[in-house]
């Protein structure tokens, strides 16, 4: 045993060379891609190019359901992580309100003074009925990044059309693509050129593979992170149904930074601490959801958001994470 031990550890030693001179391609070869992607000025998709590099994986385009039930899939432990929105390592807690309205610059203190680094507010609202509350678009976002900024706080927002997302991404620090726009693969296309990391929801009826292969059109373009909110349910109880081991499982098979937001995904406020806890004890990377001093008082989703105290509490349940703040 003895006389192996040196043999063992030079062994050790050289694939630790080896793994950082691989790390250091690799960050080379993203480099040239991202330089790549940024000269071609169109969206970076070439059939024959995309079919050339899954031919280099057949595991990347077997069934998923097969890949999951032969035994891979979940029980395999992640030996490394693509690069997400947010910062490696530590559990993210973003807070905010669903959309920016008269309370935007109170709701924010808020954020800043629970000891959190991401801000939520959306500019453009997807809403189920055109006579419902739209936000109030660009100059909503220009008034949430000064705000942020004044506090130093980062920004995530969702941007719902391909005509505002140019305009969009110079003011947000991670841009959100909301359920309604999962499988809207014109716009990722185009988030995909842009430069910003995305935060991607699950769309309300997107299976797993189907996340994924939305996330796919940005994966290695962009750093991206996924968020689940949860699917359509059939208990009106739920405002939809929150999918933890399907966020678990997108991680686990897609190596993507994965959030949930159990706002949206259980409608239900007094819901939002526990699910927040358990996604971090499933060992997910964060959690978004919303707050409001004047609940009442918010043109969206008002009856779903935490009280100012709520969020103070689920951050003292969290920490010591750092919440988000870069390590
Ligand atoms: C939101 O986060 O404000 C939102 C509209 O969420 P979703 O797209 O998940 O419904
Ligand atoms: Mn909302």
């Known amino acids: 045993m003895s006389d192996r031990e040196p043999d063992i550890a030079r062994l050790r030693r050289q694939i630790d060379v ?9 960050a080379r070869r993203d480099a040239i ?10 969206p970076p998709y070439d059939p024959a190019r995309e079919q050339e590099i899954a031919g280099r994986d057949a595991a990347l385009w077997l069934p998923l359901l097969r890949r999951v039930r032969i035994a891979e899939g979940a029980r395999h432990a992640l030996t490394s992580q693509k690069p997400g929105a947010f910062p490696a390592g530590g559990f993210t807690l973003i807070a905010g309100p669903c959309s920016v309205d008269e309370h935007l610059e109170q709701n924010l203190e808020v954020v800043a003074q629970a ?4 801000v939520r507010a959306g500019a453009w609202k997807p809403r189920t009925f055109p006579w419902s509350f739209q936000g109030e678009g660009l100059p909503a976002l220009r008034r949430l990044r000064a705000s942020a900024d004044r506090l130093g706080l980062k920004v995530v927002s969702e941007v719902l059309s391909e005509i505002d997302a140019p305009a969009a991404v110079e003011l947000v620090d991670v841009v959100q693509v909301g359920a309604r726009n999962a499988q809207n693969f014109a716009l990722l296309k185009q988030l995909a050129t842009l430069g910003k990391p995305v935060l991607l929801k699950r769309g309300a009826a997107c299976t797993i593979e189907e996340w994924l292969g939305a ?3 940005l994966d290695g373009r962009v750093p991206v992170s996924l968020c689940e909110r949860g699917v359509r349910g059939f208990d009106p109880c739920f405002r939809n149904l929150l999918d933890l081991p399907g966020a678990v499982l ?4 897609g190596a993507f930074q994965t959030l949930i937001d159990p706002s949206h995904g259980t409608g239900i406020a007094g819901l939002v601490a526990p699910m927040v806890l358990a996604a971090r004890a499933a060992g997910l990377d964060g959690a978004m959801v919303e707050v409001h001093v004047a609940p009442r008082e918010s043109p969206s989703d008002g009856n779903q958001a935490l009280a100012v105290e709520e969020l103070r509490e689920l951050a003292r349940a969290l920490a010591p994470e750092p919440l988000g703040a870069a390590r």
């Open 18 to 26: 080896l793994d950082g001179e691989i790390d250091a391609l690799v």
């Open 33 to 42: 891609a991202a330089d790549l992607i940024r000269h071609k000025g169109e």
């Open 115 to 118: 000891g959190l680094a991401w």
């Open 215 to 217: 996330a796919a059109y």
């Open 250 to 253: 997108a991680r686990q098979l």
